[in-house]
């Protein structure tokens, strides 16, 4: 699983793929002091082969403690996922590490989209902020590269609705034209969680509906 943590721990997989000196190096750069109690940059003083891992003598560059991290690469495990994209949602299998700390609201990719952590629960289906991905169960997390936007466009008496799929930062606003399946389209309103407005623009994540008319619409915006 690929998604965004901090520290030494994210690179501890000595991985189950072979590793050089020089990306150690760089990825060993800070892990828990137990005397400044907090995450510090770390100085390597040596490093011992153990197995497929690595055993590291570091020194914290901030109070001098000297301790020793056991590097071992993690068992793969298989969660189940149910991964949602706008309106559709699937049941996956995503592979981690069995000791990878995974968190509600991690950013992870999977089949070339990337998707943010909204829940997890253990095996019992007790739901939990943190887990190692072993003692997780099930997990559900959104597409947040996308997101999908639902239109409707009125001509008359006539209503069709349709998907639009784009980046979740893209801004639409009240008053402009779209092209839609090579015909033009006026925003009219959008629909937020928090109601329909007439007026402003609004980022496509906060977007529920895009409500739309034609070009030569005429509408009341007092």
Same mark, same amino acid.
């Given at each position: 699983?690929?998604?965004?943590?901090?520290?030494?721990?994210?690179?501890?997989?000595? !991985?189950?793929?072979?590793?050089?000196?020089?990306?150690? %190096?760089? @990825?060993?750069?800070? &892990? =828990?002091?137990?005397?400044?109690?907090?995450?510090?940059?770390?100085?390597?003083?040596?490093?011992?082969?153990?197995?497929?891992?690595?055993?590291?003598?570091?020194?914290?560059?901030?109070?001098?403690?000297?301790?020793?991290?056991?590097?071992?690469?993690?068992?793969?495990?298989?969660? !189940?996922?149910?991964?949602?994209?706008?309106?559709?949602? %699937?049941? @996956?299998?995503?592979? &981690? =590490?069995?000791?990878?700390?995974?968190?509600v609201n991690d950013i992870f990719e999977h089949e070339d989209k990337v998707y943010r952590i909204t829940r997890m629960d253990d095996n019992e289906g007790r739901p939990m902020k943190s887990s190692e991905a072993g003692d997780i169960g099930t997990l559900w997390a959104v597409r947040c590269d996308k997101v999908v936007v639902r239109l409707t466009m009125t001509d008359g008496e006539k209503s069709t609705s349709k998907n639009l799929e784009c980046d979740q930062n893209e801004i639409f606003s009240c008053g402009s034209i779209m092209e839609i399946d090579g015909i033009k389209w006026r925003i009219r309103a959008l629909h937020t969680g928090k109601g329909r407005t007439l007026r402003g623009k609004r980022s496509a994540i906060d977007i529920r509906r895009i409500y739309l008319h034609p070009p030569n619409f005429r509408y009341d915006r007092s």
């Amino acid at each position: 699983m690929k998604h965004t943590l901090y520290g030494w721990l994210q690179k501890r997989d000595v !991985s189950r793929q072979p590793v050089t000196e020089e990306e150690v %190096e760089q @990825a060993i750069d800070v &892990a =828990d002091c137990p005397k400044c109690n907090e995450l510090t940059e770390q100085e390597v003083l040596r490093r011992t082969q153990k197995g497929e891992g690595e055993d590291l003598l570091v020194k914290c560059v901030n109070c001098n403690n000297v301790q020793t991290l056991h590097l071992r690469p993690g068992k793969p495990v298989i969660i !189940s996922a149910n991964l949602s994209d706008g309106s559709i949602s %699937e049941a @996956a299998k995503i592979e &981690a =590490d069995d000791d990878e700390k995974i968190y509600v609201n991690d950013i992870f990719e999977h089949e070339d989209k990337v998707y943010r952590i909204t829940r997890m629960d253990d095996n019992e289906g007790r739901p939990m902020k943190s887990s190692e991905a072993g003692d997780i169960g099930t997990l559900w997390a959104v597409r947040c590269d996308k997101v999908v936007v639902r239109l409707t466009m009125t001509d008359g008496e006539k209503s069709t609705s349709k998907n639009l799929e784009c980046d979740q930062n893209e801004i639409f606003s009240c008053g402009s034209i779209m092209e839609i399946d090579g015909i033009k389209w006026r925003i009219r309103a959008l629909h937020t969680g928090k109601g329909r407005t007439l007026r402003g623009k609004r980022s496509a994540i906060d977007i529920r509906r895009i409500y739309l008319h034609p070009p030569n619409f005429r509408y009341d915006r007092s």
